[in-house]
C-alpha cells in the first residue's frame, strides 16, 4: 500500500520576482538534504517579465528602456521556456518537489502540470487541453491561459506554472508570449465572461488541482510571515 504523502504549502500573497527567486533557490538546496518536505509556494509577482535560460530577447518586442514606463521588470532565469510575464491577478504554482520520491520523469512532471490547469478550467465550465508540439503550456482552443517553465537540478524542481485569472492582457502584447507568433493570450475572466470567485479562492482551487493530480494525501498550510519580512524581503531561514 502506497504510504500517504504531505504537500507543504505556503500562501505568500504578491511577492518580488527576485525575492521569489531567492526563497526558491534556498528551498531547492534544503529539498535536497531532506531538510523540508515537498513543499508548493502559491504567489503573485508585480508586473515582472523573465527570460528562461535560451535568453530570447528578440521575443521583447520593446525597449528595455520602456519597460519602466510600465511599471514592469525584466529577469533572466535559468527555467525552460521562452519568455513570458507574469503579474496581478495570475495564479502562480513553484513546486518544490523530489520527483525521485514522486516517480515522476521530466515530461510526465510537465504533463501533471498541464493537467492542474485545464482541471481548474473545466471548474468553471472552461475546455482548456495541452498545446500541439512545440506548444508549451494550457491553451483555450488557440489561445492561451497557462504558461509552464521548469527547473530540475538533482531532481528537485523549481519554477513552474502561471495561470490566467484575469491580468492586464495588454502587458503580453510587448512580448511573443512563451516565442509562439501569432497566437493569443486569454485569461478565465475573458472566457467565462461572468464574475470570479476572489483571486485567493482561485488560487487555493489551483493547489488542490495540483495536490490531487501529484498524489498528496494531506495539505498543511504555512503562514508567508514564516518566511517573509514585514517589507517582502526573504528572512535567512
Given at each position: 500500500?502506497?504510504?500517504?504523502?504531505?504537500?507543504?504549502?505556503?500562501?505568500?500573497?504578491?511577492?518580488?520576482?527576485?525575492?521569489?527567486?531567492?526563497?526558491?533557490?534556498?528551498?531547492?538546496?534544503?529539498?535536497?538534504?531532506?531538510?523540508?518536505?515537498?513543499?508548493?509556494?502559491?504567489?503573485?509577482?508585480?508586473?515582472?517579465?523573465?527570460?528562461?535560460?535560451?535568453?530570447?530577447?528578440?521575443?521583447?518586442l520593446?525597449?528595455?528602456?520602456?519597460?519602466?514606463?510600465?511599471?514592469?521588470?525584466?529577469?533572466?532565469?535559468?527555467?525552460?521556456?521562452?519568455?513570458?510575464?507574469?503579474?496581478?491577478?495570475?495564479?502562480?504554482?513553484?513546486?518544490?518537489?523530489?520527483?525521485?520520491?514522486?516517480?515522476?520523469?521530466?515530461?510526465?512532471?510537465?504533463?501533471?502540470?498541464?493537467?492542474?490547469?485545464?482541471?481548474?478550467?473545466?471548474?468553471?465550465?472552461?475546455?482548456?487541453?495541452a498545446?500541439?508540439?512545440g506548444?508549451?503550456?494550457?491553451?483555450?482552443?488557440?489561445?492561451?491561459i497557462?504558461?509552464?517553465?521548469v527547473?530540475?537540478?538533482?531532481?528537485?524542481t523549481?519554477?513552474?506554472?502561471?495561470?490566467?485569472i484575469?491580468?492586464?492582457?495588454?502587458?503580453?502584447?510587448?512580448?511573443?508570449?512563451?516565442?509562439?507568433?501569432?497566437?493569443?493570450?486569454?485569461?478565465?475572466?475573458?472566457?467565462?465572461?461572468?464574475?470570479?470567485?476572489?483571486?485567493?479562492?482561485i488560487?487555493?482551487?489551483?493547489?488542490?488541482?495540483?495536490?490531487?493530480?501529484?498524489?498528496f494525501?494531506?495539505?498543511?498550510?504555512?503562514?508567508?510571515?514564516?518566511?517573509?519580512?514585514?517589507n517582502g524581503?526573504?528572512?535567512?531561514?
Open positions: 500500500m502506497r504510504s500517504s504523502r504531505s504537500l507543504q504549502v505556503w500562501k505568500l500573497g504578491t511577492v518580488n520576482y527576485l525575492e521569489g527567486l531567492k526563497l526558491q533557490e534556498k528551498l531547492v538546496s534544503d529539498r535536497k538534504v531532506n531538510k523540508i518536505p515537498d513543499t508548493l509556494l502559491s504567489l503573485q509577482h508585480p508586473p515582472t517579465y523573465t527570460l528562461g535560460k535560451r535568453r530570447t530577447d528578440h521575443n521583447l520593446i525597449p528595455t528602456s520602456e519597460l519602466q514606463k510600465l511599471g514592469a521588470e525584466l529577469h533572466y532565469t535559468q527555467r525552460g521556456g521562452d519568455i513570458t510575464y507574469h503579474g496581478p491577478h495570475q495564479a502562480i504554482l513553484y513546486p518544490i518537489i523530489s520527483l525521485r520520491e514522486i516517480g515522476l520523469g521530466a515530461r510526465n512532471y510537465v504533463e501533471r502540470l498541464e493537467l492542474t490547469m485545464i482541471e481548474l478550467a473545466s471548474l468553471y465550465g472552461v475546455k482548456a487541453c498545446g500541439q508540439k506548444q508549451t503550456g494550457v491553451w483555450v482552443v488557440d489561445r492561451k497557462g504558461a509552464i517553465g527547473r530540475i537540478s538533482s531532481g528537485i523549481s519554477h513552474g506554472l502561471a495561470f490566467n484575469d491580468p492586464d492582457l495588454n502587458y503580453f502584447k510587448h512580448i511573443v508570449p512563451c516565442g509562439i507568433v501569432d497566437k493569443e493570450v486569454t485569461s478565465l475572466r475573458r472566457e467565462t465572461g461572468t464574475v470570479l470567485p476572489s483571486d485567493e479562492v488560487h487555493e482551487q489551483l493547489i488542490s488541482c495540483f495536490a490531487r493530480l501529484f498524489g494525501s494531506s495539505i498543511i498550510w504555512k503562514e508567508n510571515s514564516s518566511v517573509l519580512s514585514d524581503k526573504v528572512k535567512n531561514l
